[in-house]
């Protein structure tokens, strides 16, 4: 028996068939061991050996893996032909040598770019040992990027609360964003005009010319800048009796098809074209690489997705020529294939391009084995494959020049005529500023037809049209827009990109809105922070430098130890100097940087103070640091208690159609005459009496969940600021009952009995009787609260169901464990209480047992003599106890060096 052993069960399913019944194909589902998520697990001080550890997933997998193992005579690793790939190989089986499991077991690496019965029996008739070099290279990434995360997060918490964590690459990727906003914030737009005059020939037909030259000079962009000068330069043109030919320029040009599919590529297109997020199209594209059901007969339909090459292998451009010539004729093919070389830096073009398995599985044939997805997707990397072994477009282009009043003006008309379409009858790229339809390819380029004209031609003049215009201000990343940029910068690599992007989303340092990245300002704070203290570590060309190494290390270039220990010198020295910084310092060099952000300056009113205080007309806004992250203060505090969220002027803060970018005042106080106003904090809309004077906070009350601010109006609002108030006595006891919102939202109370108010209840106008119902609602407390399941086996005693402020539990004495969402907490018996109490008892008893340090400072007291003899014994046993366990653990925690 051969054991052969994959990423994806789907992959497994696919090689199984072509391998026959002599091969059993697993699936390892990714990694089967990681890096523990704790400090400690890379060891600079030991070489950087790395510690190892097998989760709960990876466990199951690797005891199937070794399981099928013992029995075998080969086992085949098939993992995926990258550096990823290479590594998940090797961890299984360094995991396997340390379960001695692979004595006498032939083991071998195959590789292959696609998924169909050819490539893979060919694999399998040339194995390989494992590249040592792609597993050192990724060696040194995993340890970077855990060196990074693990010591510059923690730097990042203390120092600026609210942040989450630091990465190597997201970090810069997140700068690009940041940096980007901030040229929009300072861009000042520019006015300019053009003027268009609409004209005919000796025949009468229409064409259109724009004025280039005025006075003998030529006129750049800015040559018209206000309409003063444009009305000026009109009334010349409007008032002129002579226009002439003076030049016509045509010349032949071509256009080229663009390289097959990369990595990045791909996903730039798929998003301009299909709007695909970067995730989406990595997702789709691994399907369609894993193999579909063509009838009965999984097949790969693209190969491998994750490559930077823009190279196709001879059957491939065979095939692809072969096809162009039955579908498009000889016209569009070329006298010889086309070869591409990639452009892009630290490209490693160790795959082929992105191309279908198969050319003449035809997209219209696949349509009906597809999804939407793997439809839109499968077109887009047959077409790009197709054209780009396509003959060239080729273009008739025509410049005239129109002579005005003899010297006075000159104007300049322009077109082009597609002469033969070429690749361009099957695809043409799109741009980042040219929005997507989502329907695959975009309109060929139109047509610009001038008439006939010819030098010394009469033409007349009809409309003469200025134009205003503005400059605008560089655009935001799109997710293609920003891989690109990556890519150009050598920052990440293919497969990275999907997962980097997904991260800053993740973490909240960014949001995509309109398919375009805005940076969140606890993003733009991170970038402050790291550009002001860790600089050259989010440094474009450090990165990029980085990747390189790390290039040179797959490549048996370098010694990935080598670079590890010059990154760490440097890096931890630079963690050291900033441990030592006051927040002080912190928040100088944050607020320095930030101030344009935060305190824009007003167009209209520019020698307006924008960080004067709004509350005591004194005190200067800045950048401040609370617990829970960064707000603006007033300098003047504590005498100025005025603060507010970190929210820009301008930014959309509109909800339900009120606009909250600042305080909506919605009346005065009848009591006091105080302004009531309505605002947006951190946790949601509230209302607010007067402003802060000295120590004394304002009254303030929160809306409550389902009241939209655009329904409270004065009335309302001084309703809820008036909150608690009183609802009537109770008929049994003559208790006051009263009704609020508190920190879990609105109730009722009476007594020390609180209850939630119900989807309907309305704190406003919540009557009596309502509210005796609610109140007799309540869980009682005490032992007899809850729905008996039954006597607890151990110790007789009651276990119960009952529903508290987390949702529902299980309680057995002074124990609650919550029920599982798949469990119905009305029909949980006392046989499904029990293991959910057992859980959660020893998830308490595991925490109890991490905290030595409290439970030596309860025993820290002097005993008499006679007592501490007496206290060795337990003491050895305890000893003891812990040599055991730790032996356990160390069997669950594979210290592996790297080597």
Sequence with gaps: MNVVVVESPAKAKTINKYLGKDFYVLASYGHVRDLPAKDGSVRPDDDFSMIWQVDERGEKRIGEIADAVKNAKHLYLATDPDREGEAISWHIVDELKRRNVLDGVGVERVVFNEITKKAILEAFEHPRSLNQELIDAYMARRALDYLVG??????????????????????????????????????????????????????????????????????????????????????????????????????????????????????????????????????????????????????????????????????????????????????????????????????????????????????????????????????????????????????????????????????????????????????????????????????????????????????????????????????????????????????????????????????????????????????????????????????????????????????????????????????????????????????????????PHFFPADPENPEKNPRVCPSCKEGRLGLRLGRNGGFIGCSNYPDCRFTRPLAVPGDDEEIDGVDLTSPKVLGDDPQDGQAITMRKGPFGVYLQVGEPDGDTKPKRASLPKGLSPADVDLAKALALLALPREVGTHPEDGKVITAGIGRYGPYVKHGSTYRSLTEGDDVLTIGLNRAVTLIAEAPKRGAAAGRPLGDHPDDGKPVTQGKGRFGPYVKHLKLYASIPSDIDPETVTLEQALPLLVAQAEKKAQKAGKKPAAAKKKVAKKKPAAKKKAAKKPAKKAAKKTTKKAAAKKKAVSPTAAD
């Design 150 to 595: 693990f010591t510059l997060s923690p730097v990042l918490w203390r120092k600026l609360p609210g942040s989450r964590s630091a990465g190597r690459v997201q970090s810069v990727a997140l700068r690009l964003i940041s940096e980007r906003e901030a040229e929009i914030e300072i861009f000042k737009a520019r006015e300019y005009w053009s003027i268009d005059v609409n004209m005919a020939n000796v025949e009468g037909n229409p064409f259109t010319a724009r004025l280039n030259q005025l006075g003998g000079e030529k006129l750049d962009k800015f040559g018209l800048p206000d309409e003063g000068t444009a009305k000026a330069a009109a009334q010349k043109l409007e008032a002129a009796t002579s226009f002439s030919v003076t030049s016509v320029e045509r010349k032949q040009s071509k256009r080229n098809p663009y390289p097959p599919f990369t990595t990045s590529t791909l996903q730039q297109e798929a998003s301009r074209k299909l709007g695909f997020g970067t995730t989406r199209t990595m997702r789709v594209a691994q399907r369609l690489y894993e193999g579909i059901d063509l009838g009965g007969e999984t097949v790969g339909l693209i190969t491998y997705m994750r490559t930077d090459g823009v190279t196709m292998a001879q059957e491939a451009l065979d095939g692809t020529r072969s096809l162009i010539s039955a579908d498009y004729g000889d016209p569009y093919l070329p006298a010889a294939p086309r070869q591409y070389k990639s452009k892009q830096k630290n490209a490693q073009e160790a795959h082929e391009a992105i191309r279908p398995t198969d050319l003449f599985r035809r997209p219209k044939e696949m349509a009906s084995y597809l999804d939407d997805d793997g439809r839109k997707l499968y077109q887009l990397i047959w077409n790009r494959t197709v054209a780009s072994q396509m003959a060239s477009a080729e273009l008739d282009q025509v410049a005239v020049d129109i002579d005005v009043d003899k010297g006075v003006a000159q104007l300049r008309a322009t077109g082009s005529i597609v002469t033969f379409d070429g690749f361009l009858t099957l695809y043409q790229e799109s741009r980042d500023d040219k929005p997507a339809d989502g329907n695959g390819d975009d309109d060929k380029p139109g047509d610009r037809r001038l008439p006939k004209l010819s030098e010394g031609d009469a033409v007349s003049r009809r409309e003469v049209l200025p134009e205003q215009h503005f400059t605008q201000p560089p655009p935001r990343y799109t997710e293609a827009s920003l891989v690109k940029k990556m890519e150009e910068l050598g920052i990440g690599r293919p497969s990275t990109y999907a997962s980097i992007l997904q991260v800053l989303q993740d973490r909240n340092y960014v949001r995509l809105e309109k398919r375009r990245f805005t940076p969140e300002d606890r993003g733009r704070l991170v970038v402050a922070f790291l550009s002001s203290f860790f600089e050259r570590y989010v440094q474009y060309n450090f990165t990029a430098e980085m990747e390189e190494k790390l290039d040179d290390i797959s490549g048996g270039r370098i010694d990935w130890r080598l670079v590890l220990r010059d990154f760490w010198s440097a890096f931890s020295t630079a963690v050291e100097g900033a441990s030592g910084l006051s927040i002080t310092q912190v928040i100088d060099a944050l607020d320095e940087d930030l101030g």
